[in-house]
């Protein structure tokens, strides 16, 4: 499977996005998707995941209430509604699949990252 995230862009504090993540390739069905982020210099971080059959989600904390995963299967896409963006949610935003089909917010269970897209909060 290949990933690739679009959407990303430049926004001013308290602005949304919407990022979207195509698989081709295969299917995504059942296996659980994740957003990474990762600022210049830092590591990949998790933000957010949706599981593969129950749809349940989970989100780091700092996030959490501003933004929003769902899946779509049949079009093998994963989105991510971002809200009331800040200045440290600034990075580059990355899509994985889950190797299994649980939620996890661990980077290592999760593969075929593809090219991520820039997301900048401007204050």
């Known amino acids: 499977v290949q990933l690739q995230a679009f959407g990303g862009g430049l926004v001013q504090a308290g602005g949304s996005l919407r990022l979207s993540c195509a698989a081709s390739?295969?299917?995504?069905?059942?296996?659980?998707m994740a957003w990474f982020r990762q600022a210049p210099g830092k590591a990949r971080n998790f933000v957010g995941s949706?599981?593969?059959?129950?749809?349940?989600?989970y989100y780091t904390a700092s996030v959490r209430g501003r933004f929003t995963i769902s899946r779509d299967d049949a079009r093998n896409t994963v989105l991510l509604q971002m809200n009331s963006l800040k200045p440290e949610d600034t990075a580059v935003y990355y899509c994985?699949?889950?190797?299994?089909?649980?939620?996890?917010?661990?980077?290592?269970?999760?593969?075929?990252w593809g090219q991520g897209t820039q997301v900048t909060v401007s204050s």
């Open positions: 994985g699949v889950g190797l299994g089909s649980y939620v996890n917010s661990d980077p290592r269970d999760y593969d075929s």
């Open positions: 390739g295969g299917t995504v069905s059942g296996r659980a």
């Open positions: 949706i599981s593969g059959h129950t749809r349940s989600t």
